[in-house]
């Protein structure tokens, strides 16, 4: 072929990496197509709910997850295949509903922990697939999951485009979700629904912003809308006028907006990156919520890498939600789950990796996270009682052939 | 545990040397057979070589190439296009202006009239054919033949069983694994206007390599003169003084440092955040910048 047109190419500002892998990849000897696999225990726990928060007065234990994911990751020419494989089990008390501790002499809300213990199992099943195609980086992924009483369907596709002569990246994509609810029924759902789903899509757009050498900006926003059952079987809401316990009932439809940007600072004289993350969140049960996080990436000698982080997170509650009614509300709304309702948290985040001899990596982590009214933005006048406190333990072990 | 040993050479225009830990010197003699048939094969000096043999015939008829060489010019044919027509294997017709062994610095016109000699857009290539249409064109592999060969190398020691290794070729470099115990390998980026090492990176594999100014450039009347000439106007460029890009293949790390270099200062660090590689600059006030963890 004649390569004349090529002459009035702009000389590039955006060049692809994948194009020069795959020509690279094409000359022989060259493809070390490397397999990476990865296995991950994680723990999660929260801490005990304190008797002073709890209708019984007892200090009740809560949940407990024991998660493990096994990774793996195989490169084939300039495509690439992911699969993620989780099992988890999941165990313990979770807040069943918020009621006054004393009706009619003391209006502290108090907790009301659901009395079975619950021991469930998830599998879940994710697998991904990255070609490039016609000058664009696209990504196609599927995923299943299971659990006793759920199941849940997801596909997506996104892609990724840097144009030729602009120092910036385009992404987008879109996903679709369908699940499915059979909840059990125990002590704590006598009456629960026989079956409910939902429908959920969700769209994001971002650009990938070089600003310098050293730095580059990630904004983008997001989409979300969910249709279909939306509440949680398992929990209550306590009505005072009753006495009565109604089942939690939030609307049928949400829509979920978010703006983020998320800012990643090379600062190479030292081994070291700094990365700064802002999101905003609104959706149209009333929740605006912002989140703020700081992540220091330290290389430190020999193949360490130690990454502390920081992270602020602050929402308001939903429009229906209360920790409990006076009386129902006309259009039968009712919630009392505390991520409805308003609050702050902060976590703390060590993160620790170290390469070993034979292509092995070995990492761990630890989280500790904390919910309070007092760390949101606005004043938080009633505080839900059932706010957590976890701790996340992780290691991993990662090997490359 | 077997030795760690160093096995040095000469080839491709510089220094080599394979760091491996290996019993028995099978493997490095092997990784110098692949560099001395690659320095064979392309040699420009050699009339027997596939370079030359394209080049004689230029202006004349096509030259059909074999599967490795066809690949090499597919390389280079997309590595053009990334870099906007500025990584260009027509470029070496510029030597017969530039002599910097000599330190000349040539008249406009002798450069004038060898630019329409360059440009990889006027070259008919058809795998496996490839016709250079003008008497005096040439193609040559030099801009890209030493990486490929580190990575080609590695290739050789890994298939010998090598685990723990470093290609070096004259500052291009493929680790093929860190040392025995994990620890990396510390690569030293060459100061460029001093001896010895402005930074050491350290690396567990993958590859660097380097482009600079201070690479068989001279200085006349207090201006430098770089090796590295840019095929649009045929003059040396200016701006950075040297760059180091870290990849997964020698090939794609030189191509990228030495775009880098033809763009610049000021576009250069962009495009290479553009391409997302760790790297690292140094610009003409020798100040360090880029991406790259280093020590």
């Known amino acids: 072929m004649k390569n004349d047109e090529r002459r009035t190419r702009p000389a590039a500002a955006g060049p692809s990496l994948s194009a020069l892998t795959a020509a690279a990849l094409a000359l022989p000897g060259l493809a070390q197509a490397q397999v990476e696999t990865d296995l991950l225990y994680s723990r999660y726990e929260e801490a005990d709910l304190p008797g002073s928060r709890e209708a019984n007065g007892q200090d009740s234990e809560r949940y407990e997850i024991d998660t493990y994911l096994f990774r793996l990751a195989a490169p084939l020419g300039d495509q690439a295949f992911v699969a993620n494989v989780t099992y988890e089990t999941l165990s313990g008390a979770s807040p069943w509903y918020v009621q006054p501790r004393q009706p009619g002499v003391d209006d502290t809300p108090v907790q009301v922990m659901s009395g079975a213990s619950i021991r469930e199992q998830r599998t879940d099943v994710q697998l991904s697939w990255a070609l ?89 926003i997001s989409y979300g809308l969910h249709d279909g059952f939306l509440s949680d079987p398992y929990k209550r809401a306590y009505v005072a006028d009753g006495p009565t316990l109604v089942a939690d009932s939030r609307p049928g439809e949400r829509e979920q907006f978010t703006v983020s940007a998320r800012l990643r600072r090379y600062l190479s004289g030292i081994g070291a990156a700094l990365h700064a993350d802002y999101r905003f969140y609104r959706d149209d049960w009333d929740i605006e919520a912002h989140t703020l996080e ?38 039968g709304l009712a919630s009392s789950d505390y991520r409805l309702s308003p609050y702050g948290a902060v976590a703390v985040r060590v993160d620790l990796r170290k390469a070993l001899p034979g292509d092995w990596e070995i990492g761990g982590g630890a989280e500790w996270y904390e919910a309070d009214g007092s760390y949101a933005i606005d004043t938080v006048e009633v505080e839900n009682p059932g706010l957590v406190e976890f701790l996340i333990l992780n290691l991993r072990l990662g090997k490359r052939f | 545990m077997p030795p760690l040993r160093v096995h040095r050479f000469t080839a491709l225009g510089g220094p080599c040397a394979l760091h491996v830990q290996a019993d028995g010197d099978e493997a490095v003699r092997a990784g110098e057979a692949e560099v001395l048939r690659i320095e064979t094969k392309y040699s420009r000096y050699r009339d027997d070589s596939i370079v030359s043999r394209i080049n004689t015939a230029a202006g004349t008829e096509a030259v059909e190439v074999d599967d490795e060489t066809a690949a090499l010019l597919d390389y280079a044919a997309t590595a053009y296009e990334q870099s906007g027509g500025l990584f260009d294997i027509t470029s070496g017709v510029l030597r017969r202006a530039w002599d910097f062994k000599a330190q000349r610095v040539p008249a406009q016109a002798e450069i004038d009239a060898l630019l329409p000699l360059i440009g990889w857009h006027r070259v008919t290539w058809s795998r496996p054919y490839l016709r250079l249409p003008q ?34 070729l004259s500052g291009d470099i493929h680790v093929v694994g860190p040392h025995a115990d994990g620890s990396p390998w510390q690569i030293g980026v060459q100061h460029p206007r001093a001896g010895g090492a402005i930074a050491t990176v350290p690396l567990v594999r993958g590859a660097i390599a380097s482009s600079g100014d201070y690479e068989r450039g001279f200085v006349r009347d207090g201006r430098r003169y770089s090796h590295i000439l840019d095929p649009r106007s045929g003059w040396p460029v200016d701006g950075l003084a040297a760059v180091s890009v870290l990849a997964d293949q020698c090939l794609i790390a030189g191509t990228a440092a030495t775009c880098a270099m033809l763009l610049g200062a000021e576009r250069g660090p962009a495009w290479l955040a553009a391409l997302g590689l760790p790297y690292l600059i140094v610009d003409a006030q020798l100040r360090l910048g880029g991406s790259i963890a280093r020590s």
């Open chain 2, 135 to 168: 008497a005096g064109m040439q193609i040559d592999f030099g801009g890209f033949g030493k990486e490929y060969a580190a990575d080609r190398v590695a290739a050789v020691l890994a298939a010998h069983g090598v685990r723990h290794g470093l290609v070096d």
């Open chain 1, 294 to 331: 700081l992540a220091w990436h330290q290389m430190l000698a020999e193949s360490w890498r130690l990454t502390p982080s920081l992270r602020w997170y602050s929402q308001s509650q939903a429009s229906f939600y209360a920790p409990y009614y006076q009386s129902l509300r006309s259009d």
């Open chain 1, 132 to 220: 490039p195609l016609a000058g664009i980086d696209w990504g196609v992924t599927l995923g299943y999951s299971t659990e006793d009483d759920y199941r849940a369907t997801s596909g997506g596709i996104e892609f990724e485009y840097t144009p030729q002569g602009v120092a910036h990246t385009i992404s987008g994509g879109i996903g679709y979700s369908y699940d499915k609810i059979e909840p059990e029924r125990g002590a704590s759902s006598p009456d629960v629904i026989a079956e409910a789903d939902k429908d959920s899509l969700s769209a994001f757009a971002g650009v990938s912003w070089v600003l310098n050498a050293k730095t580059v900006l990630q904004t983008a």
